[in-house]
Structure formats: C-alpha cells, structure tokens
C-alpha cells in the first residue's frame, strides 16, 4: 500500500492526548514524505476513541478517520461535519457498547456529515482483525483528500 504506517501505543493507565498525536503527526511530516492532503487515523478500542478525540482537536489536518470499536462525545463532532468518517463495531462487543459508536455516527449526521458505519452483527471487541483484512478500508482510504471546513 502507499501508506507510510505509524502504530503508536498508548501508555498504560493513560489515554490518547490529541496535543500528543499532532506532535507525532508534525515529527513524522518533518521526517517523511506525507500528503498533507492525505493523512488518515484508524485506531481499536481506545485507539477509535482517540481518532474520534484528534479529529475534534485537528479537524483541519486530516482527510479521514476509521474508528474501531471507539466512541466520545458527540459535540464533538461539530468540529468535524466535512471530515470522511468510516465507523465499524461489533454488535455484541462486551467492552464498548455498540451505542458509543452508534451514538457519535448518529451526532454527525446531525450535524451535516455523512459517515459510512459498519456493524458486524455478531462481532465482539475484536472486529479490527476482520476491517483491518477488508481491502474496501484501503480503496476508501486512499480515495480521500483533505476538504476545507464549511
């Protein structure tokens, strides 16, 4: 794939600070060749979590965002109504309730968005595995480009 890949882990007992990822974001600009236009945010668990958090705190540095099994606060979502959102959980997930996801899609809608949201209906928390094996993730991906805010 055309992607270079970053896997940061979050440290144990702490949760993803946006302030944090953007300086990753700007360290890896700097050492690499990165389409400005082109920069995209996957995340499991609390990884989805914080793609949904970076987009609220850098709405105008990224093209898309694919959250897995994640959620937040659905005002936060007005910061971010242009951005491409691909959402996915499993529906029996014993972890993150489904509504978490369910509830930041349905805020995006309301606020202007038009996200794309797969429920696996007999997934649990581990459903990265089968988006991450879905090829459809990467035609999407790399079939967005960062959009001016409206």
């Known amino acids: 794939f055309p992607f270079i890949v970053v896997s940061p882990q979050c440290p144990k007992d702490k949760s993803w600070e946006p302030m944090a990822l953007v300086a990753l974001l700007d360290d890896i600009s700097r050492q690499y060749k990165v389409d400005p236009d082109r920069v995209y945010v996957t995340g499991l668990s609390l990884g989805g979590f914080g793609s949904w958090k970076l987009a609220e705190y850098a709405p105008e540095r990224l093209a898309a965002i ?8 659905a005002y936060w979502t007005k910061q971010y109504p242009h951005l491409a959102v691909w959402a996915f959980h499993g529906a029996k997930d014993p972890g993150v309730p489904l509504r978490r996801s369910q509830e930041m899609v349905d805020a995006l809608i309301k606020n202007g968005g038009n996200p794309k949201f797969t429920i696996y209906p007999d997934g649990e928390h581990n459903v990265w595995a089968e988006t991450y094996e879905n090829p459809e993730l990467y035609r999407w991906l790399l079939s967005q480009k960062r959009q001016p805010r409206e």
């Open 66 to 73: 694919a959250p897995i099994c994640g959620g937040g606060e």
